[in-house]
C-alpha cells in the first residue's frame, strides 16, 4: 500500500519536505551535530565537498574524508526535531519515493552524533569525551511509537522508584546504543555511562531562573541513582531520541559526548571549542577507519 501524500510529504523537487535531501544526496554513514554552524568545521576538513543543501535548521553536506564518504547534518536542539531527521533520513533510504512504498531490502545506515553535554559525575571531567552506553528517555517523545522491544522495565522501574517519577510525566525508558558502531569509536580515553535526555534545557535539567520545578531534588535523584554499578553520567537533549528511533527503524547509532561543565562541582570548560574540535577529530578519524 502506499504512503499517502500528507504523511510522506515531499518537495516539488521531488526531495523529502524538512531536509530537502533526495537519497543520491546523503552517505550510509552519518554524523549529526545540532548546531548548523559546526557542519562547516567539520567538512573543512573534508578531502572534497560533492553537496550541500540547508532548510530551516537542517543543514546537510556529504563529501569525502580519509576516502570514506560521509554526512553531517545539523539536527537543531531537542528530541522534536530529531524525530524529523530520522524519520525522513530513513524514508530516502527505505521507501521508495517514487511509488511511496517500503523497499523490501532495508538499508542500515551509521549515525554519529558528536555534541556538547554537562556531566552530573565528579569523576568525570571537563575536557573529557563520553561514548553514551545508553540513553533514558526522560521527554517521552518515543511514547508515540510502539517501544516494548526495545525498552528495559527493569533498570526503568528502578529510577522511576529511586525518584518517585511523578505518574502525571511520560515514563522513563532505557536504550542501548549500537555495540557494534561503539566498539567502531571506543578506546582507553573514552568514558562510558547512561546519558539522561531531557525534552527542554531549564527546568527539564533541573534549572531554575523564576519558575520552581515540580521536583526540587530531581537533579540529586538522578545523580545518585545506580543500578548495578550503571550510573547517569550526563545530560543532553537529543541521544535518547536518536538511540530509541535507529533501533526501531533498524539504524546504527552512538552519541559521542564533548563535556563542556561539570555541574556536580559546577566547573566549566576554559575552551570549550577546543574540546568539540578534538572530539570531531577523533570521530572523524575513527569512522575513516
Given at each position: 500500500?502506499?504512503?499517502?501524500q500528507?504523511e510522506l510529504?515531499l518537495?516539488p523537487?521531488?526531495?523529502i519536505y524538512?531536509?530537502n535531501?533526495?537519497?543520491e544526496?546523503?552517505a550510509n554513514?552519518?554524523?549529526?551535530?545540532g548546531?548548523?554552524?559546526?557542519?562547516?568545521?567539520?567538512?573543512?576538513?573534508?578531502?572534497?565537498?560533492?553537496?550541500?543543501?540547508?532548510?530551516?535548521?537542517?543543514k546537510?553536506?556529504t563529501?569525502?574524508?580519509k576516502?570514506?564518504?560521509l554526512?553531517?547534518?545539523?539536527t537543531?536542539?531537542?528530541?522534536d526535531n530529531?524525530?524529523i531527521?530520522?524519520n525522513?533520513?530513513?524514508?530516502l533510504?527505505n521507501?521508495d519515493?517514487?511509488?511511496?512504498?517500503?523497499k523490501?531490502?532495508?538499508?542500515?545506515?551509521?549515525?554519529?552524533?558528536?555534541?556538547?553535554?554537562?556531566?552530573?559525575?565528579?569523576d568525570?571531567?571537563v575536557?573529557?569525551?563520553?561514548m553514551?552506553?545508553?540513553?533514558?528517555?526522560?521527554?517521552?517523545m518515543?511514547?508515540?511509537?510502539?517501544?516494548e522491544e526495545?525498552?528495559?522495565?527493569?533498570?526503568?522501574?528502578a529510577f522511576?522508584?529511586?525518584?518517585?517519577w511523578?505518574?502525571k510525566?511520560?515514563?522513563p525508558?532505557l536504550?542501548?546504543?549500537?555495540?557494534?558502531?561503539?566498539?567502531?569509536?571506543?578506546?582507553?580515553?573514552?568514558?562510558?555511562?547512561?546519558?539522561?535526555?531531557a525534552?527542554?534545557?531549564?527546568?527539564?535539567?533541573?534549572?531554575v531562573?523564576?519558575?520552581?520545578?515540580?521536583?526540587?531534588?530531581?537533579?540529586n535523584?538522578?545523580?545518585?541513582?545506580?543500578?548495578?554499578?550503571?550510573?547517569?553520567?550526563?545530560?543532553?537533549?537529543?541521544?535518547?531520541a536518536?538511540?530509541?528511533?535507529s533501533?526501531?527503524?533498524?539504524?546504527?547509532?552512538?552519541?559521542?559526548n564533548?563535556?563542556?561543565a561539570?555541574?556536580?562541582?559546577g566547573?566549566?570548560?576554559?575552551d570549550?571549542?577546543?574540546?568539540?574540535?578534538d572530539?570531531i577529530?577523533?570521530?572523524?578519524?575513527?569512522?575513516?577507519e
Amino acid at each position: 500500500m502506499s504512503i499517502q501524500q500528507s504523511e510522506l510529504i515531499l518537495n516539488p523537487d521531488g526531495s523529502i519536505y524538512h531536509l530537502n535531501l533526495k537519497p543520491e544526496n546523503i552517505a550510509n554513514d552519518i554524523i549529526f551535530v545540532g548546531d548548523q554552524d559546526r557542519v562547516d568545521k567539520i567538512t573543512d576538513r573534508f578531502d572534497s565537498v560533492e553537496f550541500t543543501t540547508q532548510k530551516r535548521e537542517f543543514k546537510t553536506s556529504t563529501g569525502i574524508y580519509k576516502g570514506k564518504r560521509l554526512s553531517v547534518i545539523s539536527t537543531g536542539i531537542g528530541p522534536d526535531n530529531i524525530d524529523i531527521v530520522l524519520n525522513e533520513l530513513d524514508a530516502l533510504v527505505n521507501i521508495d519515493l517514487k511509488t511511496r512504498q517500503s523497499k523490501k531490502e532495508l538499508t542500515a545506515l551509521n549515525i554519529v552524533r558528536i555534541g556538547t553535554s554537562g556531566s552530573l559525575q565528579k569523576d568525570i571531567p571537563v575536557d573529557s569525551f563520553l561514548m553514551s552506553s545508553h540513553a533514558l528517555d526522560l521527554n517521552g517523545m518515543l511514547h508515540s511509537y510502539q517501544i516494548e522491544e526495545i525498552s528495559n522495565e527493569e533498570i526503568e522501574n528502578a529510577f522511576v522508584k529511586h525518584t518517585n517519577w511523578s505518574t502525571k510525566k511520560s515514563n522513563p525508558i532505557l536504550i542501548e546504543n549500537s555495540s557494534e558502531l561503539a566498539q567502531k569509536l571506543d578506546s582507553e580515553k573514552i568514558f562510558k555511562g547512561i546519558t539522561a535526555t531531557a525534552g527542554g534545557f531549564y527546568g527539564p535539567q533541573g534549572r531554575v531562573l523564576r519558575l520552581p520545578l515540580q521536583d526540587a531534588d530531581i537533579n540529586n535523584k538522578i545523580d545518585s541513582f545506580n543500578f548495578n554499578g550503571n550510573r547517569i553520567t550526563n545530560l543532553e537533549m537529543e541521544t535518547s531520541a536518536i538511540y530509541g528511533l535507529s533501533k526501531l527503524l533498524g539504524h546504527n547509532a552512538v552519541s559521542m559526548n564533548a563535556i563542556i561543565a561539570n555541574r556536580a562541582n559546577g566547573t566549566f570548560s576554559e575552551d570549550y571549542q577546543k574540546v568539540v574540535e578534538d572530539l570531531i577529530e577523533y570521530s572523524l578519524n575513527k569512522l575513516a577507519e
